[in-house]
């Protein structure tokens, strides 16, 4: 069975520029997660959905910042205008219903300089 | 607030030997599970061992276990018989049903493996 699919992996960026991450969860899954990591900050969530449905986004750092969720299949995350200090992994995960394990995809390495 | 410690930065350990990574939380709630990952250099997050709180027998995967003590709020994992390949990152993290759907993590903690 296929992960949770992120891309791009890997994304060099100017400052001011868009930047549109994007994921596709496991199949069947209802609950999709966004997480983001640095080494300041370590892993925090983003925002998270349920049912294509946001639920929480107090993590969501500014308005600069938005995600999307238009089907069970596919996620965005998308950055507007980018600044160097939103460098970072971000990650997408994927859950079934409460209790069952949260599977991450392998990360979108963001640098904007 | 809810948070999840690991006091550890870095562990070091010996080939084949055992380390135990510690892992305290703070909740008030009666329904969550607990969890570790493992994070490689390559950055991506792998599911190592999972505990439901309401079970009382500690979880054990391979050479994996976990100590869970409920009242104190400690959530150690022992790595037995360690090898080149369990180097890594390790983070604890928690997942409470009131709080929502969510993972917390604690901060982590490096584990270097000698040859």
């Known amino acids: 069975d296929a992960g949770v699919i992120q891309s791009p992996r890997h994304e060099v960026t100017e400052m001011g520029q868009e930047v549109t991450l994007r994921c596709k969860p496991i199949s069947g899954h209802n609950s999709l997660f966004w997480y983001r990591q640095t080494m300041m900050r370590g892993l925090e969530l983003l925002i998270y959905?349920?049912?294509?449905?946001?639920?929480?986004d107090s993590g969501m750092p500014e308005d600069r910042f938005s995600a999307k969720m238009p089907n069970a299949s596919f996620s965005t995350l998308k950055i507007q205008p980018s600044e160097p200090r939103d460098s970072a992994v971000y990650f997408c995960a994927s859950s079934g219903s409460w209790g069952n394990t949260i599977y991450f995809g392998e990360g979108s390495w963001l640098t904007v300089v | 607030a809810q948070t999840v410690t690991q006091s550890q930065p870095e562990m070091s350990v010996q080939e084949a030997e055992t380390v135990t990574l510690s892992c305290t939380y703070d909740?008030?709630?009666?329904?969550?599970?607990l969890f570790w990952y493992k994070q490689p250099p390559s950055r991506q997050m792998i599911l190592v061992i999972r505990?439901?709180?309401?079970?009382?027998q500690n979880a054990t995967e391979n050479r994996f276990s976990v100590n869970f003590q409920k009242a104190a709020k400690s959530f150690s994992l022992k790595i037995s018989d360690s090898q080149l390949g369990d180097a890594a990152m390790y983070f604890c993290?928690?997942?409470?049903?009131?709080?929502?759907?969510?993972?917390?993590f604690g901060g982590g903690t490096r584990v270097l493996v000698k040859p």
């Open positions: 993290a928690y997942r409470i049903k009131a709080a929502g759907n969510k993972l917390t």
């Open positions: 909740t008030s709630e009666s329904d969550y599970y």
């Open positions: 505990q439901e709180a309401y079970k009382q």
């Open positions: 959905f349920n049912n294509n449905v946001p639920i929480d």
